[in-house]
């Protein structure tokens, strides 16, 4: 595979790094990094795509459906952090390079055997399979293209992938890759899906509209589209669903950049260079939440509500948002480009309209009223609920109802920022210890949410809107040998396997013991198992005893016991 050239033509925007590092701005256009894979790179995600609360914060590049292909680092430097958790990046590995960037490899099967052996021994002294260490640089330095792990799907992934990153060291800011990497066939332009135009002010209205309106459109001979002309009056603003698709796959990935222009005239644009992690939960003001709820569909917003602090998301007028004069003909454009310059564009011819809205826009009002920027807190009888300031992106009248054990916050149509409290108030009775809060996921499906207990109330912070009720747990987990029966033989067997279970509040901790020693087990949520693998640090003998304990979030305990021998 070709190297991989540095783009220094897309770096300019970067700014300086700290603690005396050479400035990523800086570097010489000839350095080179190499790919962390021996395979095509093909991409499953790329940067800055619309997920749930949050970007994607690198590339997700494919692995041919497959777990074991040898991950290499793309420079010199050394490991600076190593985690392991059951979620999220599940194994990751990150690597500091001398000018001033850092590269983030998660989702591994495994490290590589230097690196695994530091691991295991810290697991062992932990007596835990989760960690998160940060090391100094002289603990293990790493070159260019050395092995570094294996490619796996560990974590939140849902199928084997390598999900890899590019930051700016001792920062919270994540860079696109395909600045450094831009190597991959992609002459496909993204694909537009849908376009709608969002009245603004109150009394504006699309079409004779006051709730957004969906342009059709069609493609013209010189491959650009053409909506229908629409009638506006007040202030507007457009919203776009798109996708981008790289040559060697059909996956809908992320668009770089979206432009809207009035008659040539830049008015907002959306790009994706860089962003910060403490900024992308402001997702949730650059789309169209509701619409998602609703529908599944993410909507990029392409003017700026006042709530939206996005970096990525820049207004050159009006916060992109469209007003016309009286008589006033214009036109409007949108352009989606990916980094290989492909370029789709729109044109939305607009005149300004005198009659008045049709359709009119229903307000919700109840006797709950939310300023976004002051807290809130509503006192029921037998619950109570807070909320910060800036727990929400906008003013609105919020639904709450109440009974008995259950109460119901609003609907989950609208996004919250951060944490809010719920608190259930003892009735003449207190709470037993097996009870907890729960919030209805659908029908019959309860999950249980961190539940605290406080001069008998019980309480729980959430980032979702819906309903919540009290719930009992006093049912222990269900532990199972998976790949061995009591008192069997274990003679060359490479691991041991168990599932475990818990139906209601699920799994807080586990436990195994080989001869009374704690042996380390990997726990994979995603299929309710844990893996033993043999190893020198086994304890084995010709007789042995494993001992495995597991603790649901209410405490019930479970223990399995069984021998076998060799």
Known sequence: ???????????????????????????????????????????????????????????????????????????????????????????????????????????????????????????????????????????????????????????????????????????????????????????????????????????????????????????????????NPIKTKGSFSIGVKAYDRQDLAANKNGVYMYSLFKNDSLLSQVQFNEFSFYETRYINTLIDYEHLIKYGERIVLLYKTPSNPLSVSNTISNKGVVSLNLNEKSELKLELKDLNGNTTKLIIPVSASLENSVVKKEVLKTPYPIYYLNPAHFKFETASLYFPAKSFYQNFYIEITEKQDTITVHNSKVPVHKDFTLSFKPKATPYS???????????????????????????????????????????????????????????????????????????????????????????????????????ERTPLTKTNTLEVIVIDMLNNTSTYSTTLTQ
């Open 1 to 227: 595979m070709k190297a991989l050239l540095l783009s220094i033509i897309f770096l300019i925007i970067l700014l300086p790094v700290l603690n005396a590092q050479t400035p990523i701005d800086s570097i010489n256009k000839e350095s080179i990094y190499s790919p962390p894979l021996n395979v095509p790179l093909i991409l499953a995600g790329n940067f800055g795509e619309l997920r749930s609360n949050h970007f994607h914060s690198g590339l997700d590049i494919k692995t041919q459906q497959r777990e074991g292909l040898m991950i290499k680092t793309i420079a010199d430097g050394y490991v600076s952090r190593i985690k392991i958790s059951h979620w999220g990046y599940g194994k990751v590995l990150y690597i500091k390079h001398a000018n001033g960037v850092s590269s983030v490899y998660a989702h591994l099967q495994k490290f590589s055997p230097e690196i695994e052996a530091y691991i295991n021994d810290i697991q062992y002294q932990k007596k835990s399979f989760t960690l998160d260490l940060f090391l100094n640089k002289n603990k293990i330095h790493v070159f260019k293209d050395s092995l570094i792990a294996y490619s796996g799907n560990t974590g939140g992934s849902t199928a084997p992938h390598l999900h890899f990153e590019m930051r700016k060291s001792g920062s919270s800011i994540a860079l696109n890759p395909l600045l450094f990497h831009n190597n991959i066939k992609d002459q496909t332009p993204p694909e537009l899906e849908k376009i709608f135009a969002y009245p603004i002010e109150e009394g504006s209205h699309i079409n004779g509209s006051e709730k957004k309106v969906q342009l059709t459109y069609k493609k013209q001979i010189d491959g650009t589209y053409l909506a």
């Open 433 to 535: 210890e097996k009870t907890y809060i729960g919030y209805q996921l659908y029908k019959n499906k309860v999950v249980y949410c961190p539940t605290q207990r406080d001069d008998g109330w019980l309480s729980t912070k959430s980032k979702k809107l819906g309903t919540y009720l009290l719930q009992k747990d006093s049912i222990a987990p269900i532990i199972k040998a998976r790949n061995f029966k009591a008192n069997q033989s274990i003679k060359n067997y490479q691991f041991l396997s168990l599932s475990i279970k818990d139906a209601q509040s699920g799994i807080k901790s586990y436990n195994a013991f080989l001869n009374n020693q704690w042996i380390l087990m990997e726990y994979e949520p995603k299929n309710n198992t844990i893996t033993h693998h043999i190893s």
